[in-house]
């Protein structure tokens, strides 16, 4: 398989792909995308078989590009997560002093994370953004960057042979980052009883209570959302769709009946895969719900009408 | 086919059988009997093949004898419904005379639908309650009566050879009894697009919030609820099985699926029968929620998994 | 004060207003009346301030005359229960032996709760209805009665100076019958931390989903309903109003705010009272819902508005 | 009253204030910040009475600068909303043509609102992310900026004396964005009938269903939401609050009532503002829920209670 990331080298992306590939090979022959959408171009054009691209930040929230970017053209399918806890450092080329720094440049989210130390020591510092942390970091180690130092993770440092000012400079030291697996569909990872299923749900028109509607299609199968978020589709102000995770896997049959309920009371449903949840906890699921109740539940069925 | 009904001859539960078969010698040859449980047990013993019994009435309610009756034993099936509007006379042998009345034999249902004229007309009269309203009839004919005069239908008074002393005498009159015709499993009628569902639903527990999550059970699946009773189990005080009408067949996905749902959520389920509407009228069933809608979401599931 | 029940002398309901009065002199003072509409008037026109009459029965359901007559005319208000364990005995008068038995007199209640006892014991038996249990003991004293024996409480057949032939002949020995003490409104009990509220609730028009929408008044306030139970409103076939009785009092904000609720939505709203629970169990109320969450809730309201 | 702005000059956001006063010499006179929390802070701090600020985007989305930064340390109101319709064009400094151009400077929401232009027109162009598109066309003007052209607002190109090489660029011809001037708590304007409130609500943990419990608070009020995004709290991964909009007004019965509901329910409840829509649309309040009969139902409440 050939892989792809949000690149350049040295990014968060880049550290979740090696997490995933255990393979410094493997990592060292991977695409490394310029943005979100041309990574996923890459794996739709056929370039790659598969990308890593940053989904979902514990501080930040959802990352909008990729959010977008899976609901529009072709479809796409997660074929699994990698979480990655997320640490700054400060970094210069050699011979810079904290005292002497005037601009300091990053991708716009990891700016929004690393304030408050800004605020404490370096308050009158501009910020310049850049289009990720570690091309801050390269633009450095290239010379005529625009800023005299970067906020970028350990690795870009080190990748970009640059000195560390300043460890650990995050303003929430519990900081973590959701990285999915993006290939093309059709390859459904096997279920392991503790998955998870990426939609995206288009309400049918802006109606009062639609949301509730679609919530209880999931509560009445005995299903537990972990992440809901609103993205506007973008045809008028307030129309929106949303962007679930929910507990358990496609072929799971309180998970497909869902599916069969929201595509009915949906204008549209995007399923963007099941797959194995990085912290591999096990799906709560109620006795009420799980396939042996439907298994038997479809049998009385059966023998109802025959 | 033979039939029965909950008789004796001059009940409106005979009227019922007379609209539902259309055919006088078939009627003549239908078997009456003395309770409604005694009816049932004529079905399930094979000593007919379907039975007519009232099941609600639209100023008393449910009649308990008759939902206890098919909730317990060995299921039956419902295979139709006929609507028999209420009215009742006021009839005496020979030679009885309105002032001298003292007491009122009746079945209590209809005593409680005859109260305001009592209360005017006869406001010293006692009651006596019977079997039935043939019965009180039947036993001013045959003589030897504790009462002076019956409340029954215009058609007891007639076939007990009765004087009606008054007419129309409910407080209601616009009052109708609901009759279904009983016959065993496995005889469910064709679906015709204006369809009812019978069923008993058991909690499993009598859990707060436990009748929310039935009835969001038949929401989830756009099917509306045309009676909801509420019939004590038995077990103890405060636990209670409901017993409900929907709109919708068997045979409809929608109703299937809801089956599937109350199956897995419920103690026990009993399926008491699908068949046509007396008044005929379709049900209104939300295009999200018809076969068709059905069909096209099963359909892209499949896609899906395969 | 002085009390009525339903009579006559030796009914369970007399039983029921024994233990609520715990005082022989009171009781024998108290008077009965033939039926429970005829009690519940006595409280209405003044002749006593309150009546004990029957409401449910675990093993019956609901008193329909009981339930039918609180929801009619004046509004009256619960002002408390009292449950009572229902044994049933077969009397008769002196000389009568098991094996001549040929008919069975009592209430239509009684005799469902006594069939399986009568079908091992006196299959050939004619079952012959009354008044009440009592009733037909009475019938029996007075002579002239048209059956043999009578299905009744122990004390009636005491209070009637019959033989008991058979005891504890109830086909469920855990049968309870709730009665509740009815007095005119404007005499609501003090909350005790286990109190019970009941109310009739009348929907809008018969539109689907309507039930759903009145339970989620209850649910939005964290209140449990211990009992709901359907009733025609006579004004046609599938209109129910809905007797429901919720943990709670009157005086307690969640309640008073899930009234403000059904008030809105409703076409009526009747409350029946607030009183003490018989079993004392106090209302388990979710820390979001007790009355120091909705003074916290609207003192902070307030501190919004202002 | 003074007023501030989201800068710098040029901005989508002058244009809102712009809007909102309606007089260049107010304008004239307001503050440009450079960060929406600077903006924030500058009011918190007095230096401001309100700002103006970007909230959601039609195309891109809620703002999170400004979601977070009103969520986060004291609280702020907003005292109304300007929709502004999104217009971009291409701009750059005399004697630049589009057939040279291999750099573009904007805003990261601009970028991803022009790509469809870019990939027709400029496919080789790479991005430069700059602060605001104001700044990308400030950075033109005073010379020395890492891009060739910027895309910004016709007022950008105009303030900064820059020619337009293309004109109306963006994909979404009908892209509208969302401000909203957003002062210190204590001045709600008054309703209007046409009002909207913002909140900010916390689960109490991140427990099944929990967003379905408080969608029902606004539900069982008749409250209908025109907006729900879901932001991270940054305590976890998954831990999310919610930013909504309702239509009503904190003065008005049901909003105050559902208020006291979330309070109850919710860990945390943030009222940030009601205020008139920029649409003029009022809302559509069912016969139930209005203010009359909130306080018929109240009325009768207390007539219960006394």
């Keep these: 398989m050939r892989h792809g990331y949000f690149g350049p080298r040295g990014t968060f992306t880049q550290m979740a792909l090696a997490r995933w590939l255990g393979d410094d090979?493997?990592?060292?022959?991977?695409?490394?995308?310029?943005?979100?959408?041309?990574?996923?171009?890459?794996?739709?054009?056929?370039?790659?078989?598969?990308?890593?691209?940053?989904?979902?930040?514990?501080?930040?929230?959802?990352?909008?590009a990729t959010l977008d970017a899976l609901n529009s053209a072709d479809p796409l399918a997660i074929q699994g997560e990698v979480l990655v806890p997320i640490t700054f450092v400060l970094a210069a080329p050699g011979g810079v002093e904290l005292a002497s720094v005037r601009t300091v440049g990053t991708h716009s989210h990891?700016?929004?994370?690393v304030?408050?130390?800004?605020?404490?020591?370096?308050?009158?510092?501009?910020?310049?953004?850049?289009?990720?942390?570690?091309?801050?970091?390269?633009?450095?180690?290239?010379?005529?960057?625009?800023?005299?130092?970067?906020?970028?993770?350990?690795?870009?440092?080190?990748?970009?042979?640059?000195?560390?000012?300043?460890?650990?400079?995050g303003d929430n030291r519990s900081?973590?980052?959701?990285?999915v697996l993006v290939g093309r569909p059709g390859q459904v990872p096997e279920p392991t009883g503790a998955d998870k299923t990426t939609l995206v749900l288009y309400q049918h028109e802006d109606h009062p209570g639609g949301l509730l509607e679609l919530l209880e299609q999931f509560a009445a199968r005995g299903i537990n959302l972990s992440r809901l978020e609103s993205r506007p589709t973008g045809a008028a102000m307030g129309s929106y769709c949303f962007s679930v995770d929910v507990d358990g896997h496609l072929a799971e049959e309180r998970v497909g009946e869902a599916l069969v309920g929201l595509r009915r009371v949906c204008a549209d449903v995007r399923f963007l895969g099941s797959y194995p949840r990085a912290d591999a906890r096990r799906a709560q699921v109620p006795a009420t719900a799980d396939d042996a109740a439907y298994a038997d539940a479809r049998a009385w069925l059966r023998s109802l009408r025959t």
Excluded: H, K
């Excluded at 990891?110 to 994370?113: E, I, K, M, V």
């Excluded at 289009?131 to 993770?153: H, P, R």
């Design 175 to 179: 900081a973590v980052t959701r990285f």
């Design 25 to 64: 090979d493997a990592l060292a022959a991977a695409t490394a995308y310029a943005t979100v959408p041309a990574a996923l171009e890459g794996v739709r054009a056929g370039e790659v078989d598969a990308v890593m691209v940053p989904i979902e930040n514990s501080v930040e929230g959802g990352v909008s």
């Design 110 to 113: 990891a700016w929004s994370q």
């Design 115 to 169: 304030r408050g130390w800004m605020a404490r020591e370096l308050p009158e510092a501009a910020y310049v953004p850049t289009l990720s942390t570690a091309a801050a970091a390269e633009g450095l180690a290239e010379g005529g960057a625009t800023y005299d130092v970067a906020v970028c993770a350990p690795l870009a440092a080190e990748v970009f042979g640059l000195d560390v000012l300043a460890d650990d400079i």
